[in-house]
């Protein structure tokens, strides 16, 4: 398999480069460059100190980690959030606490995956009818809850 290089510029003296945790794993943790408090229902975006460089033809997929969703009712916001391949700004993760309880975000805390992937460039062409389906115009439920 091709390998492609993701290029990391570290803004921040204490930012972390992302990381795979475990071979096989899809998603490069991406972790907090500050310390801040999360209230309950509070949405903030959370630095990571870092900017990236995609490789030709790729986005970057934010998503958030399974561990504080569960534990702590914390996710993220405009999920996956999508970087762009020419976008050269600092990666940030925009985090919201459901939970009841004020979560602290810690320096170095791991608080989102970030997943590489191709995109396909596609032309539009404007048509006066699509193909039918099964399905056809069918959505929001329309296949049942079993």
Not at 54 to 81: D, I, M, Y
Not at 101 to 121: D, H, N, S, T, Y
Request: glycine share 12%.
């Amino acid at each position: 398999m091709e390998r492609f290089l993701l290029k990391v510029h570290r803004i921040h003296e204490d930012a972390i480069l992302p990381n795979y945790a475990h071979e096989g794993d899809a998603g490069l943790d991406l972790y907090s460059v500050e310390e801040l408090l999360l209230e309950s229902g509070e949405t903030k975006l959370v630095k990571t100190g870092i900017r990236i460089e995609l490789p030709k033809n790729t986005e970057a997929q934010v998503r958030p980690r399974s561990g504080l969703a569960l534990k702590h009712s914390v996710t993220l916001l405009n999920t996956p959030g999508t970087i762009d391949e020419g976008y050269r700004g600092e990666v940030g993760v925009i985090m919201i606490n459901h939970g009841k309880k004020p979560f602290k975000v810690e320096k170095g805390m791991k608080i989102a995956q970030l997943v590489v992937k191709p995109i396909w460039r596609v032309g539009v062409e404007e048509v006066s009818n699509l193909s039918d389906t099964e399905r056809g115009k069918g959505g929001f439920g329309s296949t049942g809850l079993r």
